[in-house]
């Protein structure tokens, strides 16, 4: 079975409020195929290897977190970008970003996802960017040591996860923003809570937890944004009956 694309795309479009986002990505469709999708395939990052996934897959619709278009971006459709947009177009391969609005989708976007692979209770929005409020707070069911908390966040996000216990040894309250916001431990700290977890770590994020004395949380970048297109997959699989299989390449740097 197939589904017109433009079907698929209004969904996506009003499920994750695209307009309503001030952001460098241009979300939305970015590159259109043929007119119909029979198969979608999610993933991260819109890359060649993304893109060889889907065509390998027999997808016609890829769904990702870091699309194609970034500002002006695309302007010009050399080097990089004409082997990208040329490789889709080639292959029928529609090409569909979120950026910020699926971070902060209350229920699908990657900070609700690792609220809920923590079984964070009381979740509620927080934390500023760009005028968008993209992350999360949450609260443990119960009060555990900082050292059992990093441990869940290696069983459930990433294995390869970085630490840096310079705040309480016992914790509850939780302040979650996928990708790279280690500057908003200055954020988490204005907001008493025990911890805080986002994926790159950097030397302003390693000085503000050391001066804040705040415990902080580092799973990855792309682990902790695989969460939002692999809710998303499930969703449209529900809602259209079509096949939507997520690509984890399980990058780790």
């Known amino acids: 079975m197939s589904i017109p694309l433009q079907r698929i795309t209004q969904f996506l479009d009003r499920t994750l409020q695209n307009q309503s986002f001030t952001d460098s990505s241009n ?10 999708v029979s198969s979608i395939v999610v993933g991260v990052d819109a890359s060649l290897r993304l893109l060889q996934a889907a065509k390998d ?20 459709l050399t080097g990089l970008n004409y082997e990208l947009a040329s490789f889709a177009i080639t292959n029928n391969i529609a090409v569909y970003a979120s950026h910020l609005p699926l971070d902060a989708h209350p229920k699908h976007g990657n900070n609700a996802q690792l609220a809920k ?12 960017y760009h005028g968008n ?13 900082f050292e ?9 996000i990433s294995p390869d996860y970085r630490a840096l216990a310079f705040g ?22 204005e907001l008493g809570l025990d911890a805080f977890l986002t994926g790159e770590p950097s030397l302003q994020g390693y000085t503000q937890a050391e001066n804040l004395k705040m415990n902080a949380v580092f799973a990855g970048h792309y682990a902790t944004e695989i969460t939002g297109v ?4 499930n969703l449209l699989t529900r809602q259209f009956g079509v096949s939507s299989t997520v690509i984890d390449f399980k990058i780790t740097y």
């Open 57 to 76: 897959e027999g997808a016609d619709f890829v769904l990702c977190h870091h699309g194609l278009s970034w500002g002006d971006s695309l302007k010009r």
């Open 148 to 156: 059992a908390f990093c441990a869940t966040v290696g069983t459930t």
């Open 117 to 128: 692979l923590l079984k964070l209770q009381q979740v509620k929005p927080a934390f500023q």
């Open 168 to 189: 309480p040894k016992k914790i509850r309250t939780i302040g979650i923003v996928s990708g790279g916001a280690a500057e908003m431990i200055a954020d988490a700290q």
């Open 27 to 36: 979300n939305g469709l970015q590159i259109e195929n043929r007119g119909a």
């Open 133 to 145: 409020t993209i992350g999360v707070t949450g609260v443990l069911p119960k009060t555990i040591t």
């Open 230 to 233: 692999r809710s998303l997959a």
